[in-house]
Structure formats: C-alpha cells, structure tokens
C-alpha cells in the first residue's frame, strides 16, 4: 500500500474516531407532543393537561381574531384560568356547553366578536361573566391589564399585524413572572394605555423590537427599559429567552416548543399561561432548520432531565424538529489517540456518517480546531521519518 493510500486511511480512521469519541452524546430530553385534529382540539389538550382542576376559564374566538387575546396570559395563570378557543359563528348553547366544568368565565373579545347572547347564555348557565375584549386590541390589552392590576415590570410589544408574533415570544415569561402586555403602535402607547401603565408602579419595562418596532417615546416614563429584539422572529424569540432564562421565576426543567409561523401562532396563545404555571419559556422552532433556534437550542438549555412540550401537530412543528430536539448533543472532550487508526475504510464511512447525522457544528466546533492541530502534528511527524 502506497504511502499516500495509507496516509488516507490514517487521518480517515482519526477523523471518524475522534468525532466518535469526543462528539456529545445525546441528550436523550423527554420529548412529548400536544396537539389535537385543529386548534380548537390542541386548546382542548392544552386545557387538559393542567396541573389543578380549574374553575375560571379564558373565552377566545379562535379564527380571524386571534389578536384580542394576544396579552391574556399573564392574567389568565394568574386566575389559573386555561384559554378555551371556540368558533364564533357557533350558536351560544354550543359555546356554552364548552364551559360546563367552569364557574367563571372571562370573554377575551369584544361583542363585534362574541356576541352579547353568547355572554348572556353563559350567564344564564350560572356563570360569573367578565368582558374583557373592547373594540380595539389596545383597548382590550389595557382592559386586560387593569384586570392583572399592579406589576414590578411590565411588557410593551408592537401590536399591529406584522409584529404579534413578538408578544408570543414573552407570553409564557410574562405569565411566570407576573407581567402585564401593552400593545403599542410603532410610534407610541395610546394615551389611555400609557396612563394606566404609569400608574401601575412598574420599575423595569421590557420592550419588543427595535426602536423602528417600539419608539423610545412608546415605552418614556414607564420603567427602565430594556429592549429584546433580534433580526427575525425566530432571534427575538431567543433573546428573549436568553435574557430571563437564568431568572429565578423560571425553571428550565420544562421547556415548550412551538411554531413561530403565523398560521400556527395561536398555539403558543393557548399554551402560555400553562407553560407560565409551569416556570417555562417557550421557544419557537418549526422545521428544525433555523440556525438561531438551533443555536440556542444546542446551548445547553436541553439537558437528559429536560421535560419538552411540542406544540401542534406536525403541520406546525415537523417530526424532524421534534427528533432533533430529543437528540441534542452535550459537547464532549476529545482525545485523539494513535490507537484508534486500525480501523477498515467502511467502518470509518459507517461512524463518520452517524456523527455527521446526529453532531451539530456548534457542538463539534472545538474538536476539529483539536483535531486539525492533531493531524498536523502527525504529519510533521510523519516527515521526519
């Protein structure tokens, strides 16, 4: 065998062995899905899975209206109360008889939304009845807010369309930590909104965006502030978890995964209040391909002991995703050895693929830099004989 084949085989052999050897080994984080055949089922699953028996519930239409209970969370765990998503166009005695097992019931849209028959109804059943939604999403985000009461720290989030997504991002944290959401315009709170929010007797002030998103003006006089923002949905996501994830009011125990696509946003609105109760943030993910996401995820905040919620079925957070998840690597130590280069050209194919199928680069990063510096050594070696 000529030296240059045998020169091959040798740095194959330690190439495939010491990823082997110093890539991470699996996590191995419990992984397990909540969803339903459509959102009304996965807000139903979501309802079940609460740790108490509740006797207050959120009321929320759950198509074309989403929005009226983008900041409900932070009030909904604080009534322990689950969000229950029903049809609108449904007939009251439909909606109603969702709310059989609950005593109370807050009705997170406006009467345009949820008609004054089905609050009616629902009073009629015996109900206690508290109409949350107003006839703007800032107007019901303040109602909501002054529902919450007063707060140490306090979120403004942009509320117009493009930017709902960032006030999911915060939903389950503010939950935890007993933050009520305002929504903004890009340039300013509305003045009732930024009345109430003064008066709250908040000290810090979580802002959502860039100043282009959320003015500097907006969030004037509210708190000391402090901006979360990334270049996507996906980085604002992880800069908000990365800002509170070592808070005491969280515990990274559990962590829910959701989709941070539009169409299945809601998802993370059902889920937050619970993951609230639970201390646990939630992280957006979808397909499993953006680097962002990954990059946190692969940080060391999914450990062997981690519960992991995935939420929606596979339409809104892909199989490949969740098995990702379940897979994360803890980075290892790699020790190259000299021993380890006895090894035929298909196994070193075989091991070198499973590496490359189940290692990330952020976690694989600091072995190539060591083994790179290893071959070179051997092929110095190598010349001076």
Not at 47 to 68: Q, Y
Not at 80 to 86: C, E, F, Q, S
Not at 106 to 134: D, F, W
């Amino acid at each position: 065998m000529g030296n240059l084949t045998k020169n091959t085989i040798t740095r194959g052999a330690v190439v495939a062995l010491a990823l082997s050897a110093g890539a991470a080994t699996t996590a191995n984080a419990a992984v397990t899905r909540v969803s339903g055949t459509d959102r009304y089922a996965t807000a139903s699953q979501v309802a079940a899975s609460w740790p108490t028996t509740p006797d207050t519930a959120i009321l929320a239409a759950g198509s074309g209206h989403n929005v009226d209970a983008l900041t409900v969370a932070p009030l909904a765990k604080k009534l322990n109360a689950p969000i229950i998503l029903v049809d609108a166009t449904a007939t009251p005695a439909t909606i109603v008889a969702q709310f059989s097992a609950y005593k109370t019931v807050y009705i997170a849209n406006g009467t345009g939304v949820i008609s004054s028959a089905v609050q009616t109804a629902l009073t009629a059943a015996g109900k206690t009845v508290t109409r949350l939604g107003g006839s703007t999403r800032y107007e019901t985000a303040l109602n909501i807010a002054k529902a919450f009461g007063t707060a140490t720290d306090i979120v403004v989030a942009n509320g117009d369309d493009a930017h709902l997504v960032d006030s999911l991002s915060i939903a389950s944290i503010a939950a935890a930590k007993g933050m009520p959401i305002f929504l903004s315009s890009a340039t300013s709170l509305d003045s009732a909104e930024a009345t109430f929010a003064k008066g709250v007797g908040a000290k810090n002030v979580y802002v959502l965006g860039g100043s282009t998103v959320v003015s500097d003006a907006a969030a004037a006089g509210l708190g000391t502030v402090t901006r979360l923002a990334g270049a996507t949905r996906y980085a604002t996501n992880v800069a908000v978890v990365t800002n509170f994830k070592s808070d005491a009011a969280l515990d990274l125990s559990n962590v829910y995964v959701a989709s941070g696509e539009d169409a299945n946003l809601i998802d993370s609105l059902v889920a937050a209040p619970l993951a609230g109760l639970k201390k646990a943030p939630i992280v957006f993910d979808h397909d499993g391909n953006n680097t962002d996401t990954n990059t946190f995820l692969n940080s060391g905040i999914i450990t062997k002991t981690t519960n992991v919620t995935v939420l929606g079925g596979l339409g809104a957070v892909t199989a490949d995703a969740a098995g990702a998840i379940q897979n994360i690597e803890v980075p290892g130590s790699y020790v190259p050895t000299a021993s380890n280069t006895n090894v035929g050209p298909l196994a070193l194919v075989q091991q070198l693929l499973l590496v490359l199928l189940h290692s990330r680069l952020n976690s694989t990063k600091h072995q190539l830099i060591q083994l790179r510096l290893y071959l070179q050594q051997q092929e110095k070696a190598q010349q001076l004989h």
